[in-house]
């Protein structure tokens, strides 16, 4: 199983904070380094980590030192063929990507002009590329596949930046927001300044399963990441790894090293429907990746006959069923679909207990999704976004790519571990029959 993680951020959300906080929780220093010097950036930045105490509390705090004299202008179509074309891990380049491409989408929105156009300023510069590639690195090597964050505070008053005074939230931030249905916490009790920046913003939102309080949970470890401001209370952000509820029902077997945990679990799951017959197939196609962008579990349609005969589609969206997470879905109902009502329930479901590891491959490493049967068996399903990478970046079809990977998976699948002892049948002994 992956490890979940709680991002808290009361006094606001940078990624210098947060990856403070990574290497607070004992992430070390070469999982930072490592990627960016195969950007090529080695020797171009110097990491300035110390601990100190805000209002009283102690934490990491981190500054980037820039050692480049003129650092190059990078715009988004340079950077992201750069990331592309680097010897980095698959799983690591498609979050690092995902960052900057939600980066450039949201400054290209207030600024007018299209993503290949975007200058990144304070986005591209080499302390956001430490940031980014730094964060999303430890996130992977910490094996953390689900996160929640709480609502950061965007902050009030005005900022200076490449572009001149602009006013907070920064307009970055205010559609980072938007596009991923991201609440934002008042900060009208904290002082004038920016709190949450668009890097931090932006790594949440990619890294985020949810924004809204954290589910019951056992704390394993902290991280805290410490702000430069000086303010009325402590300038942090913490970032907490946990067990979940579902793995918190029988902590004496798992302490005794069983299988606690690795039972199929009971879940609530919310169920959200509309019948939609006045939408063109692109808008629905929006429709749906918009439900999954804003934290659906899954989301879909299903083709039915309405009144008057005419054609139209049942589009179904399952998300968490807590109140938070749910007004999220029901933002994007109201913004990008065409129905004037959404009906929604409460169902229960089984799930299988899930993991996803990263296989390494002879074409590169791959994401696996894994189930763990309950006979003990693990089922495995590559990560399709990675074989499509892997298929263009060599040249071959996409089927020579899953036939690599599957022999792979073969190679090294988990050995079977029952869930319960089988019972040996004996045989009784057998008597041979007279000699005549």
Known sequence: MGRLALLDCPTGLAGNMLLAALLDLGVPQAVVNEPLAALGLEGAYALEIEERRSGGLRGLHLAVRVLEAQPPERHWSRLRSQLQQA????SLRQ??????????????????HSPERVHFHEVG?????????????ALLHLGVDQLVCTPPPAGHGTVRTAHG??????????????????????????PAGELTTPTGLALAAVWAQRF?????????AVGVGLGSRQLDRPNLLRLVLADGAHGLGDGQAEAEGQDGGLEPRLETVLVQQAQIDDATPEDLAFLLDALRQAGALEAFSQPLTMKKGRPGWLVTALGRSEPEAAAALRRVWWQHGSSLGLREQEQRRWALPRRQVELPTPLGPVRVKQARRPD??????PEHDDLIALARRHGLAIEQVRATVQRELNRTSPTPSP??????????????????
């Open 419 to 436: 869930a319960r002892p089988t019972p040996t049948p004996t045989t009784p002994p057998t008597t041979p029959p007279p000699t005549p």
């Open 376 to 381: 003990g068996r693990w089922s495995s399903k």
């Open 87 to 90: 010897p980095l891990p698959e």
């Open 165 to 190: 005074v602009l006013p907070l939230p920064a307009p970055a931030v205010l559609e980072i927001a938007r596009r991923c249905a991201v609440p934002l916490a008042g900060a009208a009790d904290l």
């Open 125 to 137: 510069a080499v302390d956001a590329l430490v940031d980014v590639v730094g964060v999303c690195a």
């Open 95 to 112: 979050r690092v990507l995902a960052v900057f491409g939600l980066l450039a989408e949201a400054e290209a929105a207030v600024h007018g």
């Open 212 to 220: 809204g309080l954290p589910p019951a949970h056992l704390p394993r």
